[in-house]
């Protein structure tokens, strides 16, 4: 059972556990947010493993001001007059990912793009007293209704997090509206708390719509779109020459002396682990070069079925939509 504190006394002790690296559920003005700190790899993780999340989505990056805003995504004049006039709120901006920023490759599943939100009270002052963006999606189990209530939170995850910061009833109760902002176009990808015609009246701008009914699904989608240069193989067995290696745990496949270059997700085989290092493993493997990158058998069990669902969508043929 997870313990739940009211928000106004909340907030020290969920710094504390966030710093450890641990999972916070936290009330947001739209729904209830399940936190990591966004910048350590294995407690985003933990979201997914606290999930059931059968593969890694995306995860919004929420701060605490526009200066840690701007250390994590590229900002221009359309994104500007956005935040100006929404935030701290329900809207949440897709941008161009900054170049160089701490954020764990799993919280933009690899993507050069990030998701950003300003949430109102005490999740965002949270995010300011930890000095860090907090990763944070709906706090329900995968597959299950958003959670609005401290008691939905307890219900669907409270035997797998430590701490409930009980802000009462979101106010808005849907989750935020996701909006792309691109080289001065807006899309909608998921409508939300704020709606598209207060959008438009501010920017003076049309907002390109996704055909009806393919908004919901669009950000899955566009979150699968990351495929490195090299190929994939697939639980390897052996290594040929020039191949690169991505191994797992302490036994090496036959051959990996042959290999272009190996990193290890995990050599204690730990699957938390893995999964904070299978983005950047595979973006370092993928600049050095290699045609092929040949990937170790990885169990299929807990967070394994994740990252073996990504390694397969990585290695499918490209150019086939991904369903
Ligand atoms: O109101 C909300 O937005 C709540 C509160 C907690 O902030 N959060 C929330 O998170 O609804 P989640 O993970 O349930 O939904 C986030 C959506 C996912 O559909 C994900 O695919 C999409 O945002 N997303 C995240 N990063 C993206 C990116 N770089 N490009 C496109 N879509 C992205
Ligand atoms: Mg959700």
């Keep these: 059972m997870a313990r739940i504190i009211q928000a106004d006394e909340a907030v020290d002790e969920a710094v504390t556990l966030l710093e450890g690296g641990n999972l916070v559920a936290i009330p947001t003005e739209t729904v209830y947010g399940l936190a ?11 979201i997914f493993e606290a999930k059931d999340r059968p593969r890694f989505n995306p995860l919004i990056a929420h701060v605490a001001d526009m200066a ?17 006039k929404f935030w701290p709120g329900a809207l949440t901006l897709v941008l161009p990912a900054a170049q160089k920023s701490q954020i764990s490759g799993l919280v933009t599943a690899g993507l050069k793009t990030i998701a950003v939100r300003m949430p109102v009270g005490v999740a965002r002052l949270i995010a300011a007293r930890l000095g860090k963006p907090l990763a944070a999606p709906s706090a329900n189990p995968s597959g ?3 959670a609005t209530t401290a008691a939905d939170v307890e219900a669907g995850l409270g035997d ?4 409930i910061v009980d802000g009462g009833p979101a106010r808005i109760g849907v989750e935020s509206t996701i909006m792309k902002v691109e080289e001065d176009s807006l899309t909608l990808l998921r409508p939300g708390g704020v709606s598209v015609e207060d959008i438009e009246a501010a920017t003076g701008r049309p907002v ?21 240069d090299a190929g994939l193989r697939l639980n390897a067995v052996e290594v040929h020459d020039g191949e690169a290696l991505l191994a797992f745990g302490a036994i090496r496949a036959a051959g990996a002396d042959r290999a272009k270059a190996v990193m290890n997700l995990s050599p204690d085989g730990n699957l938390l682990e893995a999964a904070a290092n299978l ?3 595979l973006h370092r493997l993928d600049r050095l070069g290699a045609r092929i990158i040949v990937v170790e058998p990885i169990p299929d069990r807990g967070l394994g079925a994740a990252i073996n669902d990504r390694l397969s969508r990585a290695a499918a043929p490209r150019g086939v939509p991904e369903t």
């Design 36 to 46: 990591a700190d966004a910048t350590n790899g294995e407690a985003v993780a933990r």
């Design 160 to 163: 797998r997090i430590p701490l």
């Design 68 to 84: 840690m805003a701007r250390q994590i995504a590229v900002f221009d004049d359309l994104a500007e007059k956005l935040t100006d």
């Design 279 to 281: 983005f950047s493993h």
């Design 208 to 228: 390109r719509r996704l055909s009806s009914g393919s908004a919901v699904e669009a950000p899955g989608m566009l979150a699968s779109h990351y495929a490195p």
């Design 144 to 146: 299950k209704l958003s």
